[in-house]
Every structure is written in C-alpha cells, then in structure tokens.
T-cell receptor
Framework: GAGVSQSPSNKVTEKGKDVELRCDPISGHTALYWYRQSLGQGLEFLIYFQGNSAPDKSGLPSDRFSAERTGGSVSTLTIQRTQQEDSAVYLC?????????????FGAGSRLTVL | GDSVTQMEGPVTLSEEAFLTINCTYTATGYPSLFWYVQYPGEGLQLLLKATKADDKGSNKGFEATYRKETTSFHLEKGSVQVSDSAVYFCALRGTQGGSEKLVFGKGTKLTVNP
C-alpha cells in the first residue's frame, strides 16, 4: 500500500480484556517495528521484525504483550488482560532492510484506552 | 544501552524567532542520527538525518550537525513559522549487537505564535 495502515484507530476496552492491534506495512518493506507513545514518555520501543530473522522482543514490557508477523507482511500486537497503564497510542512503522540510514515510515497509530 | 536525551519542552516562540532544540546521545560505535516530527493530528515523519560524524542534515529550513566530539545532534532553524508547531523527536540507530531498532528521545513540543 501507499503507507503504513493501522487498525483500529481507536479502541476502548475494559480492564482485563484482551486486545489485538493490526499493522499493514508498506509493500516491500521487510522491517517492521512497534512502538508505544504515552503522554510524557516519548516513544518506547516494543518489538522489531526483520524478514525471517528472530524478532527483537527486548522492549516488550511484560509477558502480557506479544506480537507476530505472518508471511513477512501484516503484524498483530496482542495485549492480554489489559491494565489501565497500557493506555497509550501504539505506533507501527516499516522500513526497507537495505535503507542505509534505516528511515522509518510510521502509521497513524492505534489509540488504546483501558477503562 | 543506547539512549537519547533531548531538552524538555514545551518551547514557545514567536514567529521568525531562532529555534534550537538540544539533543545528546549515548551509544557505542557510530550511530545514525535522526530528527522526526509529529504535526498535530498526523503521524511521525522523518525531518532530517545524518549518518556519520560532521554530516549536516537539512530539510524545510531545519538543520542538525552530527557532532561526535560532543555526542550531540542539536536541531536549529533560523526563522520559525506557525506551521512549524509540532512535537520533535531526536533518535538514533545504534550499531551495537546489530540491532536496528531506533531509540527515541521523549520529544519536545514546539508552539510558534503569530
């Protein structure tokens, strides 16, 4: 596609429920990233996928968070048993693997509100 | 680990004022450095970048020079406009361990008044 597409754009859920956030990267981009943007906290790295390599999961805040990328394209970020502190904007980005300076193209984000 | 520190905002300026947003970094090796911008209601987008020491990135009147001796990448613009109001993020891509993740600063909100 022309850009990075994320859905849903807004999600309100109750504490304890599971949520899934979807990211459709730019066609041909082999690298995919998830970040979390919280008020006053900047951009927090969550996970990074590159082709068929094992993902870099070093930023996932707890085992309630997981992500997968099927077929090297679409990615789903899953948050289980949501907590109020999970409320944030979840940003997905993609880039070309061979981009020397690794420029990321970001989606518009999915705003998650946990009541 | 790699980290980025940028000046805390918010920053409020009048139109045509000079802008500096400080950014310093901690990283091993020779990281690539970036400034991303987030305009109100829009997604993050790349503003400029520099990939080696003494490189100067520039775009839309903004400039930043990669200073390895001071581990800095300060963003400057000689004359800001109302349309420059946005949140600015400094970021680096390190080389240690082969990780290609970008590490971001916390962002600096800029408001330019007419």
């Amino acid at each position: 596609g022309a850009g990075v597409s994320q859905s849903p754009s807004n999600k309100v859920t109750e504490k304890g429920k599971d949520v899934e956030l979807r990211c459709d990267p730019i066609s041909g981009h082999t690298a995919l990233y998830w970040y979390r943007q919280s008020l006053g906290q900047g951009l927090e790295f969550l996970i990074y996928f590159q082709g068929n390599s094992a993902p870099d999961k070093s930023g996932l805040p707890s085992d309630r968070f997981s992500a997968e990328r099927t077929g090297g394209s679409v990615s789903t970020l899953t948050i289980q048993r949501t907590q109020q502190e999970d409320s944030a904007v979840y940003l997905c980005a993609s880039s070309q693997r061979n981009s020397g300076a690794n420029v990321l193209t970001f989606g518009a984000g999915s705003r998650l509100t946990v009541l | 680990g790699d980290s980025v520190t940028q000046m805390e905002g918010p920053v409020t300026l009048s139109e045509e004022a000079f802008l500096t947003i400080n950014c310093t970094y901690t990283a091993t090796g020779y990281p690539s450095l970036f400034w991303y911008v987030q305009y109100p209601g829009e997604g993050l987008q790349l503003l400029l970048k520099a990939t080696k020491a003494d490189d100067k990135g520039s775009n839309k009147g903004f400039e930043a020079t990669y200073r390895k001796e001071t581990t800095s990448f300060h963003l400057e613009k000689g004359s800001v406009q109302v349309s420059d109001s946005a949140v600015y993020f400094c970021a680096l891509r390190g080389t240690q361990g082969g990780s290609e993740k970008l590490v971001f600063g916390k962002g600096t909100k800029l408001t330019v008044n007419p």
